[in-house]
């Protein structure tokens, strides 16, 4: 079977902490607006802290700890802890 190695490329990240001393920055970073828009809120106090980040694939839900990852192409998506840590270094 042949294989395949993912081609090395630098992201930008933030992680959240499901604050919204956390969720603003990155939702400035993202361009979203804020404050919350009650039909299309960014983000939650529930469960600890929600963000709803738009992707290509339409809203997402982070959760705490989630890493919010912009892609190569501009796109954000989020990202759990232990697959960014098993994807992702520091540079």
């Given at each position: 079977?042949?294989?395949f190695r993912k081609k090395p490329v630098v992201i930008e990240a933030l992680q959240f902490d499901g604050s919204w001393t956390s969720a603003k920055?990155?939702?400035d970073w993202m361009g979203e607006s804020w404050p919350l828009d009650v039909s299309?809120?960014?983000w939650s106090d529930r469960d600890g802290g929600l963000l709803f980040v738009t992707t290509l694939e339409g809203v997402m839900t982070a959760q705490p700890h989630d890493w919010i990852i912009?892609?190569?192409?501009g796109e954000f998506y989020p990202c759990k802890p232990d697959i960014?840590?098993?994807t992702y270094e520091a540079v």
């Open positions: 079977m042949p294989q920055p990155i939702l299309h809120p960014r912009k892609g190569v192409q960014f840590a098993a």
